[in-house]
């Protein structure tokens, strides 16, 4: 499944773009987040389930610089919310089908 091209979280709007695998390979990430910019990039040679889990994991960096809370955990609580999170959507579906029913804004 494609990816989203823009997400809006907190007041930002993101733009998703690539991530090319030469320059992920280099740096040793998967994923970036500019907030300055409002730029999240992803490396599209992944499996779903690890580019959903990048995806995952990009936004709550954005969540976390937006809620300016103290950089010195960031990566790790990053990672770990991000890896419960895409377990929890991973294996109930009827509960993000109840999160996407539930917080549907009217149109
Ligand atoms: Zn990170």
Same mark, same amino acid.
Request: overall charge negative; some cysteine.
């Given at each position: 499944?494609?990816?989203?091209?823009?997400?809006?979280?907190?007041?930002?709007?993101?733009?998703?773009?690539?991530?090319?695998?030469?320059?992920?390979?280099?740096?040793?990430?998967?994923?970036?987040?500019?907030? %300055? /910019?409002?730029?999240?990039?992803?490396?599209? *040679?992944?499996?779903? #389930?690890?580019q !959903?889990? =990048?995806?995952?994991?990009?936004?709550? %960096? /954005?969540?976390?610089?937006?809620?300016?809370? *103290?950089?010195e955990? #960031?990566?790790? !609580?990053? =990672?770990?919310?991000?890896?419960?999170?895409?377990?929890?959507?991973?294996?109930?579906?009827?509960?993000?089908?109840?999160?996407?029913? !539930?917080?549907?804004?009217q149109?």
């Amino acid at each position: 499944m494609k990816l989203p091209e823009k997400v809006k979280i907190g007041y930002r709007n993101y733009k998703i773009a690539d991530l090319p695998q030469h320059e992920a390979d280099a740096r040793g990430l998967r994923g970036t987040h500019y907030a %300055h /910019a409002g730029i999240i990039r992803i490396e599209r *040679n992944m499996d779903t #389930e690890q580019q !959903a889990n =990048t995806f995952i994991h990009e936004i709550l %960096h /954005a969540c976390w610089l937006q809620c300016d809370i *103290n950089e010195e955990l #960031e990566e790790h !609580a990053v =990672t770990v919310l991000a890896n419960q999170l895409t377990q929890v959507f991973q294996d109930n579906p009827e509960v993000t089908k109840y999160l996407r029913s !539930a917080l549907a804004k009217q149109r």
